[in-house]
């Protein structure tokens, strides 16, 4: 019940849609919002990828592979060093 009491004081742009009373409050925010890139240009919706970003997620990536790998080399090698030194005869 409270959800459905906040989505309908939610602010909606249903302009277009074959309802009955649509909610267009909300249209003007929604088309206020945009990103600005360094160099001035105004985009409005999904921005570019982050070179930089990526690049930093592939190294963390294969960095976490890699010392996951080499702890399970020292554990293997652990594994093999366990002799048992007492020989009951």
Do not use: W
Request: glycine letters at 12%; a positive charge.
């Amino acid at each position: 019940e409270s959800c459905e009491q906040l989505y309908e004081q939610s602010g909606k742009c249903e302009y277009g849609l074959n309802i009955q009373y649509p909610n267009n409050y909300g249209c003007n925010f929604m088309e206020g919002i945009k990103i600005v890139r360094k160099n001035g240009t105004i985009v409005s919706g999904p921005g570019s990828k982050n070179t930089a970003a990526s690049v930093f997620i592939g190294l963390f990536a294969c960095s976490f592979v890699l010392l996951g790998g080499y702890a399970y080399y020292l554990k293997t090698k652990l594994d093999r060093a366990k002799v048992n030194l007492v020989s009951e005869e």
